[in-house]
């Protein structure tokens, strides 16, 4: 049905369309992660100043909305544990 040059290209072709298909998804996951920690960043600059301003529930409660589940979430659970300290003395 087809010569050996024909498939040749059809394969290099289809080869040629996966990398840049697995390419794509790679550059969109990795946006989505960079919104994700600049979501969780925001987060925590409010959690700052909430600190500062004496309102350590609303800090903890910042820091408890951010949680995604995923090994990032470490930085928030420290931040949340210096706050309930600091509201604590």
């Given at each position: 049905?087809?010569?050996?040059?024909?498939r040749?290209?059809?394969?290099?072709?289809?080869?040629?369309?996966?990398?840049?298909?697995?390419?794509?998804?790679?550059?969109?996951?990795?946006?989505?992660?960079?919104?994700?920690?600049?979501?969780t960043a925001?987060?925590?600059?409010?959690?700052?100043?909430?600190?500062?301003?004496?309102?350590?529930?609303?800090?903890?409660?910042?820091?408890?909305?951010?949680?995604?589940?995923?090994?990032?979430?470490?930085?928030?659970?420290?931040?949340?544990?210096?706050?309930?300290?600091?509201?604590?003395?």
């Amino acid at each position: 049905m087809f010569s050996c040059a024909s498939r040749r290209l059809l394969v290099g072709l289809a080869i040629f369309a996966a990398l840049v298909g697995v390419l794509l998804l790679r550059h969109v996951f990795s946006a989505a992660a960079q919104d994700k920690r600049a979501e969780t960043a925001d987060y925590g600059s409010l959690m700052v100043q909430y600190t500062k301003d004496g309102r350590y529930d609303d800090a903890i409660q910042t820091g408890l909305k951010s949680l995604h589940n995923d090994p990032t979430d470490g930085a928030v659970y420290q931040q949340i544990v210096v706050v309930y300290l600091l509201s604590l003395a």
